[in-house]
């Protein structure tokens, strides 16, 4: 590609652009109104460039909105229809990462200048933010090339437009359109046609969805509050998601009245956490993973043999918490190989091993290996404890990790599988990066980047990763290739509670 295309309509706006941008791109002042625009456009789409990007001042259409706020195109409506953006949250992640007031959203281009309050409001009915007189018909000049649109607001609903030359909160306005304008040069220094592979599996496991599945009929069986103690399953988009239908989440049993109903995670809970819920006669739903249920049963039975049950996991995880809880007198928690030399078991030939259902394999085979040297007698249960969905991410992971220049995971920070992902990738060699939703990626990661692979936690829902690629694809041709190493085709039944 040869480089970025700013359109800026008015000479102010093109001046604070070309402030910021320095020698990073062209700058083209390209004229105020729908008319002139669009023969601007016509003109423009025979250049030379490679990256298109719309930047000027704007009409505010939200309350939340004030002068210097920036709003961010993921649409643009105009005279022939809506035009996407499809790159629009990666550009609004870096911006708001420079400490600018970012608003991704619907931008709506006028053939008119929007003076009435009716007008506007109208537009703001219509999902738009923010309101222009050119970013449509400039979007034109892209001719399928990659393009964006940022406009500096430069008065508030409540502030009369005027004129676009003079807005009141104009000052501001060209500041954040100075400011924004490196960050252009950002985005067009990302973009180019990029690989994009993605492993299989991916994302949801079944005990998350049905953990998820538990939480969504105790809601629909009930016009009562349904509590779920911790995160149902470690994801912020998940949890938000059933919070907005109606869940309320807390952190202990404490925060909840007597004779509530209450769900408790994924991840498991400790015989007090039981205890206390039926004490306080509470109805409870166990969305508990089978999987971790398996540990916390073998927990109880190497304990009650007189074994010293030794936990490889991650402390402070909820899973791990749980799990404990079943033989605190009889249990340790081992991290790390270095965290082994200081067991002293009364009696070395009875110690066995169990692990968090979401660690590294290699990760927990290095622990492994430690512990048998120091206990030649020492044994694990009888079937894995890593579950099956943990293990199948990880090697589908290792299968693209070394044709890709960086990896991307979908998931939360507070996600151990996502975290494991993660750490698998740089094992392998590969940059990786844990991101929540798309605006978490920045465009530095992918400057330079030819080959791309993702994948998403067995916490993380689907959607993510296609919210990934398409933001990818607004940033130049993206050839898709999937690799699967293994087909998930386990289900878990629901607890009689919800069925």
Request: glycine share 10%; with cysteine; aromatic share 4%.
């Amino acid at each position: 590609m040869s480089g970025l295309l700013v359109c800026a309509p008015l000479g102010l706006e093109a001046r604070a652009v070309r402030r910021g941008l320095g020698a990073g791109g062209d700058v083209r002042q390209t004229g105020f109104g729908v008319r002139k625009s669009g023969r601007q456009a016509e003109e423009l789409r025979a250049h030379d460039f490679g990256m298109l990007a719309v930047a000027g001042t704007g009409g505010g259409l939200t309350a939340d909105l004030v002068p210097g706020d920036l709003v961010v195109g993921t649409e643009v409506s105009g005279p022939a229809g809506p035009v996407g953006c499809p790159s629009a949250p990666l550009l609004a992640g870096e911006l708001r990462r420079t400490g600018l007031r970012v608003h991704p959203g619907k931008i709506a281009t006028a053939p008119w200048l929007v003076l009435s309050g009716k007008q506007r409001e109208r537009l703001a009915r219509d999902g738009a933010l923010a309101a222009d007189l050119e970013s449509a018909v400039l979007l034109a000049a892209a001719a399928g090339r990659p393009a964006v649109v940022v406009r500096a607001v430069s008065a508030s609903p409540r502030q009369p437009l005027l004129s676009p030359r003079a807005p009141s909160g104009g000052a501001a306005a060209l500041r954040s359109l100075r400011l924004a304008a490196p960050v252009l040069a950002q985005w067009a220094a990302a973009g180019g046609a990029r690989r994009v592979l993605l492993a299989a599996p991916r994302s949801f496991c079944s005990g998350v969805e049905r953990a998820i599945e538990i939480v969504e009929r105790a809601l629909d069986q009930t016009s009562q509050p349904v509590y779920v103690r911790k995160e149902i399953v470690h994801n912020s988009r998940v949890v938000a998601g059933l919070r907005e239908r109606g869940a309320v989440f807390v952190g202990e049993l404490g925060e909840i009245p007597d004779g509530a109903r209450v769900v408790f995670s994924a991840h498991g809970v400790s015989p007090a956490v039981r205890d206390e819920a039926a004490r306080r006669g509470m109805f409870t739903i166990d969305a508990t993973c089978p999987l971790v249920a398996k540990v916390h049963a073998e927990a109880r039975r190497f304990a009650a043999e007189g074994n010293l049950v030794v936990l490889i996991g991650h402390a402070g995880h909820e899973e791990v918490e749980g799990t404990l809880g079943e033989a605190p007198g009889s249990m340790v928690l081992v991290q790390s190989a270095a965290d082994v030399a200081a067991l002293r078991p009364s009696d070395p030939s009875k110690v066995v091993y169990l692990m968090q259902t979401t660690l590294a394999a290699d990760e927990a085979d290095e622990i492994v290996a430690a512990l048998i040297e120091r206990f030649p007698a020492a044994r694990g249960p009888g079937s894995d404890d890593i579950c099956y969905a943990t293990t199948n991410r990880q090697l589908a992971l290792r299968a693209i990790a070394a044709e890709s220049d960086l990896v991307l995971v979908a998931g939360s920070s507070n996600s151990s599988n996502s975290r494991r992902l993660v750490e698998t990738a740089e094992r392998a060699g590969t940059p990786a990066y844990l991101i929540d939703r798309v605006e978490d990626i920045e465009l530095g990661w992918l400057t330079g980047a030819s080959a791309i692979g993702i994948t998403a936690g067995a916490s993380a829902p689907p959607e993510m990763v296609s919210e990934i690629v398409a933001a990818l694809s607004g940033l130049g041709p993206v050839e898709l290739t999937e690799r699967v190493t293994a087909t998930e085709s386990i289900q878990f039944g629901l607890p009689k509670e919800v069925r």
